[in-house]
Antibody, heavy 122, light 110 residues
Framework: QLHLQESDPGLVKPSETLSLTCTVS??????????WGWIRQPPGKGLEWIGT???????YYNPSLTSRVTISVDTSKNQFSLKLNSVTAADTAVYYC??????????????WGQGTLVTVSS | QSALTQPASVSGSPGQSITISCTGS?????????VSWYQQHPGKAPKLMIY???KRPSGVSDRFSGSKSGNTASLTISGLQAEDEADYYC??????????FGGGTKLTVL
């Protein structure tokens, strides 16, 4: 059974860089037809898609975040990572890592991590 | 890239059916039959309930069904049960290989 686990940075100061890592177990991050990505959810609010990365390193980002976001992959460790720079209080959210299924004509998110709360505060 | 539009809340009694709408544009919902729906209970990660507009993953009850007409997708839950009470989010694949979520709908089972 596939399992995704986010790291836990906890508190990040305003203007600094938020860094998260997702460790994938029970499957290979190098499998074809799967992208690996991040979604966030501010407290009491809805879901926001951040972006994805393929095992080859190809990335796609939410246009509203693209200037501040970098998603990368480390196939040797079966991990992928998120960096969000110049954070503000508005970036406080639960961050989920997730597998995006591209099998056949599909485009959906089929596995999610448990989520980790990142708080931006001085 | 604006969020897809969902009603903030819907409600129904046990045994009844409810439908949640999800309205996008010709750049997302209208261009692709790739809307997915997620159920989220408080404090939990979202769970995939419907993909490719109307397909159910293994293990999801057939009380959940999806459809699409034009720029609007819909999730119908029949035979409402207490455990269906949750937040529901639609999500569409969009241009430039991005994804866009709806604002979410809180389902209350009366």
């Amino acid at each position: 059974q596939l399992h995704l686990q986010e790291s836990d940075p906890g508190l990040v100061k305003p203007s600094e860089t938020l860094s998260l890592t997702c460790t994938v177990s029970g499957g290979s991050i190098s499998s074809r037809n799967y992208y690996w990505g991040w979604i966030r959810q501010p407290p009491g609010k809805g879901l926001e898609w951040i972006g994805t990365v393929y095992y080859s390193g190809s990335t796609y980002y939410n246009p509203s975040l693209t200037s501040r976001v970098t998603i990368s992959v480390d196939t040797s460790k079966n991990q992928f990572s998120l960096k969000l720079n110049s954070v503000t209080a508005a970036d406080t959210a639960v961050y989920y890592c997730a597998r995006h299924n591209y099998n056949g004509s599909g485009r959906h998110i089929d596995y999610w991590g448990q989520g980790t709360l990142v708080t931006v505060s001085s | 890239q604006s969020a897809l539009t969902q009603p903030a809340s819907v409600s129904g009694s046990p045994g009844q059916s409810i439908t949640i709408s999800c309205t996008g544009s010709s750049s997302d919902v209208g261009s692709y039959n790739l809307v997915s729906w997620y159920q989220q209970h408080p404090g939990k990660a979202p769970k995939l309930m419907i993909y490719e507009g109307s397909k159910r993953p293994s293990g999801v009850s057939d009380r959940f069904s999806g459809s699409k007409s034009g720029n609007t997708a819909s999730l119908t839950i029949s035979g409402l049960q207490a455990e269906d009470e949750a937040d529901y989010y639609c999500c569409s694949y969009a241009r430039s290989s991005t994804f866009i979520f709806g604002g979410g709908t809180k389902l209350t089972v009366l």
